[in-house]
């Protein structure tokens, strides 16, 4: 999502996309989240290609079903890894429970490991999401902590590092 697409989004002019987006999107957590990318994107450009992506599901309707990144560059992690990238993702409903989130983080695993050499992937994940760590199990991630967030609170952290390849 570039700064032109975050304004219109955020400005409610979401009909001037290439895309369908959710109705009555984004909600209050992800206008925060997308107005904090937007500011980021804006203080370092750079930090574009390693910040949030539509997720858009295949076909001729081209629907926004939720957005994937990083949050931010290498070393921009809650472990405080140098090395390591943290992986984000949100599917909206009704598209849970289908791989879509599954196929996003391999995706950016995959593109970050062939673009940049990033071997050491982190994510946070909330106790009770039990899609979420189930997704982070099945791609091998392993327990290795925990925090607490501010605004989502006690996140447990995993870690995977990978040789050769996602």
């Given amino acids: 999502m570039s700064p032109p697409f975050l304004e219109a989004v ?25 107005e904090l990318r937007l500011r980021e994107m804006r203080r370092e450009p750079d930090r574009q290609e390693w910040l949030v992506r539509a997720l858009v599901r295949r076909g001729d309707d081209r629907r926004m079903i939720g957005h994937a990144g990083f949050h931010g560059p290498p070393g ?29 983080a391999q995706a950016l695993m995959h593109w970050a490991e062939s673009r940049h050499g990033i071997q050491h992937f982190v994510a946070s994940v909330e106790p009770g999401n039990a899609a979420s760590l189930a997704l982070v199990r099945r791609l091998g991630f392993e327990q290795t902590g925990r925090h607490w967030d501010d605004e989502d609170g006690e996140e447990l952290e995993f870690e995977l590092q990978i040789s050769g390849g996602v």
Wanted: cysteine-free; charged content about 25%; proline content about 6%.
């Fill in 10 to 34: 955020l400005a409610g002019n979401g009909a001037e996309l290439d895309l369908a987006l959710p109705e009555a999107w984004p909600d209050k957590h992800d206008r925060g989240f997308l």
């Fill in 76 to 104: 921009v992690n809650a472990v405080k890894a140098a090395d390591a990238v943290e992986l984000g993702y949100t599917v909206f409903e009704p598209y849970r429970g289908q791989g879509f989130a599954t196929e996003a």
